[in-house]
């Protein structure tokens, strides 16, 4: 999420888009080098006020990543910053709602007792909101935590989806928003699916119809390849029947020699007996 949030601060500038600066560390083997101190690490992806420790000097840190050691839990560390307050921008679909929160004293400003009141929607909060909505292709819920320092510098923290919680104040209002966005995109799923399906069956009678026409086609192959093997079968037996009318008409002409000669020899044999009687 953070880093999806950098893409955005990169994109205009840490002035238009002012977010926390944050290290990260994916174990504790890692966890050597911090920003300046005092600093406030944040365990693995818990939310509100878990999972996150404040620290003012190093060899406090240094014991915190010996009890990291025992999981294989990442974290991230921030600067601390003195809050005065917090503020977090809400959108549920096209709807935005600014809630400042005061805490009772301690440095977690979200933890413990804490007064909540609406605040006006300014044109950063709203630019700050919309340009992160707009990220993992859309987010028609989200909230977007940001820190007011004593000294009157506002920093953004982190971006929740569904985690966002609702002010007590707004709870009924809220929650019909968010069952009137949720029927909505239940509707135009629905509606995709309906007109889709056409779309599917025209797909699957094509996929039907060149599945066939593969057969058919290697049904094809096959009948020529059988109709070569009888053509080649044929070929050898013209080729032998060929052969054998060569041979019969090489017979027949030795045959019709052979009679030429034995009635040539036959006729001088009876013109030499007929002269020798007259």
């Known amino acids: 999420m953070y880093g999806a949030l ?3 601060q990169n994109k205009f500038g840490p002035e238009l888009f002012p977010l926390v600066e ?42 915190m990543s010996s009890v990291l050691s ?10 601390f910053i003195e809050g005065e307050y917090d503020l977090r921008i809400q959108k549920i679909g096209d709807h935005i709602r600014v809630i400042k929160r005061t805490g009772t004293g301690q440095w977690k400003t979200n933890s413990g007792t804490s007064m909540l009141e609406d605040v006006p929607i300014t044109e950063k909060y709203k630019f700050w909101i919309d340009e992160s909505s707009k990220l993992f292709g859309g987010l028609d819920l989200c909230a977007l935590d940001i820190i007011h320092s004593t000294e009157g510098k506002e ?27 949720l029927l909505k995109r239940l509707v135009e799923h629905y509606e995709q699916v309906k007109q889709s399906k056409p779309t599917i069956q025209s797909n699957l009678s094509w996929e039907v119809e060149r599945a066939n026409l ?16 009888e ?14 009318i060569k041979q019969l ?13 034995v009635g040539i020899s036959i006729g001088i044999m009876l013109g030499c007996v007929l002269a020798s009687l007259f």
């Open 231 to 244: 053509i080649d079968r044929f070929g050898d037996q013209l080729n032998y029947l060929r052969e054998q």
């Open 22 to 63: 944050q290290c990260y560390y994916p174990n504790w083997k890692t966890m050597a080098i911090t920003p300046p101190y005092p600093i406030v690490l944040k365990v693995s992806h818990v939310h509100s006020s878990l999972g996150k420790m404040k620290f003012e000097k190093h060899s406090d840190f240094q014991d």
């Open 214 to 229: 593969q057969n058919d086609n290697e049904n094809l192959k096959e009948k020529e390849r059988q109709l070569s093997v």
């Open 155 to 181: 920093s953004i923290l982190e971006l929740n989806d569904t985690s966002i919680g609702l002010n007590p104040e707004h709870e009924l209002e809220d929650n019909r928003r968010i069952r009137e966005l």
């Open 70 to 79: 025992l999981h294989n839990d990442y974290s991230t560390v921030e600067p």
């Open 249 to 261: 008409k090489q017979q027949k002409l030795q045959y019709s020699r052979k009679s030429l000669f």
């Open 6 to 8: 950098r893409s955005i």
